[in-house]
């Protein structure tokens, strides 16, 4: 009989995890869409796309290309949350390496010059996911997958019993 501990992540804390995950994958992979494949101006699926007015057409497609690849990556990161759900013990480091990530982009939102937009209306609740969220994700798949001791090893008296 194996004394080693087993992560068994199966309890409703960790199927409400799951959700969490899958919830904010799908959220993150459609706002990533929306950019990955219509660049600055974007595919028009969160509100207008008129907002851009071009001067200098090659640095508008420099920067064109680096917000699709941009959005491709973070089009990676939402469906890496979805699939990282279906295994929770096995993508926990990873995981909390995407939080961090994520938690870190929302630092970088610090920079821009007018902190009325990073927590106006528009983007606060995405703020308060980053800044908050994330690190509250990341203690709960710490808690989730933490190892525990199944119920039919004994705890005492293993060592004495192999004893000679």
Same mark, same amino acid.
């Given at each position: 009989?194996?004394? $080693?501990?087993? *992560?068994?992540? =199966?309890?409703?804390? &960790?199927? %409400? @995890? +799951? ?29 207008? $796309?008129?907002? *851009?007015?071009? =001067?200098?057409?090659? &640095?508008? %497609? @420099? +920067? ?29 480091? $990873? ?70």
């Amino acid at each position: 009989m194996s004394t $080693t501990p087993t *992560i068994l992540p =199966t309890t409703s804390s &960790a199927r %409400a @995890l +799951r959700v969490v995950l899958v919830v904010l994958g799908a959220i993150s992979a459609f706002v990533a869409v929306n950019v990955a494949f219509g660049g600055l101006e974007t595919l028009g699926l969160q509100g207008p $796309t008129d907002y *851009i007015q071009v =001067t200098d057409h090659a &640095a508008y %497609a @420099l +920067r064109d290309s680096h917000a699709r690849y941009y959005g491709g990556v973070y089009l990676a990161v939402g469906l890496f949350l979805i699939y990282a759900s279906t295994d929770l013990r096995r993508f926990r480091t $990873t995981l909390q390496v995407v939080f961090a990530m994520i938690f870190t982009g929302g630092i970088a939102r610090f920079s821009q010059s007018d902190l009325g937009v990073t927590f106006g209306a528009d983007l606060m609740i995405s703020t308060l996911i980053e800044l908050a969220g994330m690190p509250v994700l990341t203690l709960w798949v710490r808690r989730v997958t933490r190892p525990t001791i199944p119920a039919s090893v004994p705890t005492t008296g293993v060592l004495a019993a192999q004893t000679p």
